[in-house]
């Protein structure tokens, strides 16, 4: 068994993060921005804004990094490809996304719907990712 290629880690990661943020931009802001920002309000948090977006930009980049890395952890057992990719990307989307969503919603900071919407969004975001993040990872 060979060793992870940290620099093949790092571009693939570098693609999956772009992928992810781009798409919690589109998420966040003409999806289901005016609905978050309404229910922030109703309970006396401010829109999200400044720097709060920069450490999310960063956190969403190592979660680019860290699935592409599963992936390369995984994949001398499951095999290289898509589905390999997925499967990495859906570990990571459970053990983050899906929990910071349901999280929320618990805690009663947002609301069902946009729990729903931001579980579903985030899966399909996570495959995504990782099947495009993993396309440039090479072994050697």
Same mark, same amino acid.
């Given at each position: 068994?060979?060793?992870?290629?940290?620099?093949?880690?790092?571009?693939? %990661?570098?693609?999956a993060g772009v992928i992810m943020n781009v798409s919690e931009f589109i998420?966040?802001? &003409?999806? =289901?921005?005016? @609905? /978050?920002?309404?229910?922030? $309000?109703? #309970?006396?948090? &401010? &829109?999200?804004?400044?720097? @709060?977006?920069?450490?999310?930009?960063?956190?969403?980049?190592?979660? %680019?990094? /860290?699935?592409?890395?599963?992936?390369?952890?995984? #994949? &001398? #057992?499951?095999? =290289? !490809?898509?589905?390999?990719?997925?499967? $990495?990307?859906?570990?990571?989307?459970a053990l983050s996304p899906l929990h910071m969503s349901i999280t929320m !919603?618990?805690?009663?900071? *947002?609301?069902? %719907?946009?729990?729903?919407? %931001?579980?579903?969004? *985030?899966?399909?975001?996570?495959?995504?990712?990782?099947?495009? !993040? $993993?396309?440039?990872?090479?072994?050697?």
């Amino acid at each position: 068994m060979g060793h992870i290629n940290i620099t093949s880690v790092l571009k693939g %990661g570098i693609v999956a993060g772009v992928i992810m943020n781009v798409s919690e931009f589109i998420l966040n802001v &003409p999806v =289901a921005g005016a @609905q /978050m920002n309404t229910e922030f $309000a109703a #309970r006396n948090l &401010p &829109p999200v804004a400044g720097d @709060q977006i920069a450490v999310f930009v960063v956190m969403t980049m190592l979660l %680019g990094f /860290m699935t592409v890395w599963l992936y390369a952890a995984i #994949r &001398p #057992r499951f095999g =290289a !490809g898509p589905k390999t990719a997925i499967c $990495a990307g859906l570990i990571v989307w459970a053990l983050s996304p899906l929990h910071m969503s349901i999280t929320m !919603g618990v805690l009663g900071i *947002t609301s069902m %719907g946009l729990v729903v919407l %931001g579980v579903v969004w *985030t899966a399909i975001e996570m495959m995504v990712a990782a099947a495009v !993040g $993993a396309y440039f990872y090479q072994e050697q």
